[in-house]
T-cell receptor
Framework: EAGVAQSPRYKIIEKRQSVAFWCNPISGHATLYWYQQILGQGPKLLIQFQNNGVVDDSQLPKDRFSAERLKGVDSTLKIQPAKLEDSAVYLC??????????????FGNGTRLTVT | DQQVKQNSPSLSVQEGRISILNCDYTNSMFDYFLWYKKYPAEGPTFLISISSIKDKNEDGRFTVFLNKSAKHLSLHIVPSQPGDSAVYFCAASDNAGNMLTFGGGTRLMVKP
């Protein structure tokens, strides 16, 4: 089975610019997640979709971050405007249902964002 | 407030010996516990999980132990191999798989 695809792999932007990340989950996976991983820390959930509805976006900085999942498949995460502290790896993950022990998450390789 | 903590940022063991990675949590709502393994420049990959109704789950060289009263779990790798060198993340969720929260990770180095 093909894994979770993310692009781009790397992105360097200046602060106050905007950036978008794309994710294609594993076929048939209903749940999609965006995580932010700052260097030296564990992944932090930004938003969780079930099909194309939002399940949890409590930790998404909504003044600058937005995400959508059209038609319940691909998803994009946007940051506008970017700040220096947004430098991190952005990980997309999917699972066939919510990610409990019987349905672990499958992660993409992430997009490394550097904000200068 | 970190709800899932891995207090050892790194661990070094000799090949063939046992590796023990520890994790503590604070939220009583957590019902599923998972371990993920991460190599550089790759996303985390699922390793093993345990439900709160069990106290042990084994898969080959990997065993996870859960002490619910102490809110503590550990991952044992026996015997350790150089290919096990990676960052290991502990994660926890409620029984619906929501609230999935990761610890900060432990870097394991297995020396040949």
């Amino acid at each position: 089975e093909a894994g979770v695809a993310q692009s781009p792999r790397y992105k360097i932007i200046e602060k106050r610019q905007s950036v978008a990340f794309w994710c294609n989950p594993i076929s048939g996976h209903a749940t999609l997640y965006w995580y932010q991983q700052i260097l030296g820390q564990g992944p932090k959930l930004l938003i969780q979709f079930q099909n194309n509805g939002v399940v949890d976006d409590s930790q998404l900085p909504k003044d600058r971050f937005s995400a959508e999942r059209l038609k319940g498949v691909d998803s994009t995460l946007k940051i506008q405007p970017a700040k220096l502290e947004d430098s991190a790896v952005y990980l997309c993950a999917s699972s066939w249902r919510t990610g409990g022990g019987n349905s672990p998450l499958h992660f993409g390789n992430g997009t490394r964002l550097t904000v200068t | 407030d970190q709800q899932v903590k891995q207090n050892s940022p790194s661990l070094s063991v000799q090949e063939g010996r046992i590796s023990i990675l520890n994790c503590d949590y604070t939220n009583s709502m957590f019902d599923y516990f998972l371990w993920y393994k991460k190599y550089p420049a790759e996303g985390p990959t699922f390793l093993i999980s345990i439900s709160s109704i069990k106290d042990k789950n084994e898969d080959g060289r990997f065993t996870v132990f859960l002490n619910k009263s102490a809110k503590h779990l550990s991952l044992h790798i026996v015997p350790s191999q150089p290919g096990d060198s990676a960052v290991y993340f502990c994660a926890a969720s409620d029984n619906a798989g929501n609230m999935l929260t990761f610890g900060g990770g432990t870097r394991l180095m297995v020396k040949p």
